[in-house]
């Protein structure tokens, strides 16, 4: 792990100073009436029983910048904090929905990375996803709101980009580094991987077949091994196209018996005001099947309708 630690530490990644364009299932709701709306949740809360379905239907038919308004309007009515009571009212997957979509994208970024990093052991796989995956500028606020939210550095200050197309002789350093000799110089892979723009790499993959055999992702699979090459390929994969990333994690997370609800819970709360239709347009194109149809066949009850909400419809 320690050539990991190194490697996502010195992780920066820009987009030519372009935003992405943003593709989100969950919008603002027309005729926004948050004072309506945390009274209904109080009196859902107060039920006996809980109505679970009301929570939800509000909760994840709202962006977060309504959640907060309808938060502070709970707390004036009900003179407590809304994330305690929605923490005393529900449970099991349903509470870890409702609970991260009470936070903003870069808020549940940082939590589910400290969530990743605390106790015993650490959790690879959500630590290279969310780091791996998002942009420079998504990084930077990460790292920001890690700080404030946890009093510690989320890892080391971040490099500055690489400028110029050097693309032939990156080509070059990564063969040279790689499957032309024996042993592979990792260093040598981390300093590409971890300091260049995204528009840059993209044209280093394209050109490197010109000196080497093997495509990138299948010369990262013969020469690196471990966290490493999972965070190298997660790379590659959302530089090629991160939307499809998510749906083919999505598919895994929802093969077979059981549901890796965790992974589901992550990227559908995380990208639901980013990319979630984007991701549901790949998942229907690469599976033959809607995301839609695939929760409906994996999941039950409460926490089903929450995902399907959060989905934001069938195609």
């Known amino acids: 792990m320690a050539l990991v630690s190194e490697f996502l530490g010195q992780l920066t990644l ?7 364009a943003r593709f989100p299932t969950v919008v603002p709701a027309a005729n926004f009436d948050p004072e309506k709306d945390a009274s209904w949740i109080d009196t859902a809360i107060k039920t006996k029983g809980v109505e679970e379905h009301i ?9 977060y910048a309504q959640r907060r308004e309808i938060a502070l309007e709970y707390e004036r009515k009900a003179k407590k904090d809304i994330i305690t009571a929605l923490k005393g009212a529900l449970s099991g997957s349903l ?3 409702i609970l991260g979509l009470m936070r903003s994208t870069v808020q549940y970024d940082a939590f589910e990375l400290r969530a990743s990093m605390k106790g015993l052991g650490t959790d690879e796989e959500s630590l290279i996803e969310i780091v791996c995956s998002r942009t420079n500028e998504e990084l930077l606020e990460i790292k920001k709101t890690y700080r404030e ?3 510690k550095e989320l890892e080391k200050d971040v490099a500055g980009d690489t ?3 050097f693309a032939k002789s990156v080509n070059n350093a990564l063969y040279e580094a790689g499957v032309k000799r024996k042993g592979t110089d990792v260093a040598t892979w981390i300093t590409i991987f971890s300091e260049r723009s995204v528009p840059h790499l993209q044209k280093v993959f394209e050109r ?3 000196y080497s055999p093997y495509d ?4 990262i699979q013969k020469e690196v091994k471990g966290d490493l090459e999972k965070s190298f390929l997660t790379l590659v994969e959302c530089f090629e196209n991160k939307q499809l990333y998510f749906a083919s994690k999505l598919n895994d997370a929802m093969k077979g018996k059981g549901v890796k609800e965790k992974v589901v819970n992550r990227i559908v709360v995380s990208r639901c005001e980013v990319d979630l239709l984007k991701i549901r347009k790949q998942f ?9 149809a695939t929760i409906v066949e994996h999941t039950r009850g409460d926490y089903q309708r929450a995902l399907l909400n959060l989905c934001g419809g069938d195609d």
């Open 284 to 292: 229907k194109k690469q599976f033959g099947k809607s995301l839609f």
């Open 163 to 165: 400028s110029g197309d």
């Open 14 to 20: 820009g987009f030519g100073g372009e935003k992405e």
């Open 55 to 63: 929570i939800i239907d509000i909760l994840t038919k709202r962006t």
């Open 216 to 219: 990138m992702k299948e010369s």
């Open 95 to 97: 509470e870890n929905v």
């Open 149 to 151: 939210m946890f009093k």
């Open 208 to 210: 490197y077949k010109s």
